[in-house]
């Protein structure tokens, strides 16, 4: 990974981050789900779950973390959660939405590595023997 990613991953999740907490939904996100499943916490798991899913699609899994740490984390805080499991289910979420589809950047970065066409589901590498 090159400055250029890396500074480019860090300008986006800013431009998230700083759209959400200038909206409030950062804040209003945490407090209304917690909210909407009450004092369950294996709900509130399974909700947060979803949400780490969804918004952590199209990102790296370095930018996921971030962003969902800074807007999921302090609502399983104050259900009791112990800090590092919830920073542990928060990598787990966003680690799985990097792997599965609809977007699946994983599946991009293996295909390049493996030399195939993007979009062919089952390839050999160029130069394979048939």
Known sequence: ???GQ???IMAGVG???GALSATGVALSLASDLVGLVGDNVLLLLVARAVTCFLLGMGL???AAYVLLAIVLV??????GVDL???HLFVIYWASASYLTPPVALAAFAASGIW???RGTRLSRPRGWPP
């Open 1 to 3: 990974m090159t400055i």
């Open 6 to 8: 890396i500074i480019g």
């Open 15 to 17: 431009l998230v981050l």
């Open 60 to 62: 790296t899994v370095s």
């Open 74 to 79: 302090p609502g399983l805080l104050s259900l």
């Open 84 to 86: 590092f499991a919830a």
């Open 115 to 117: 030399g195939s066409a």
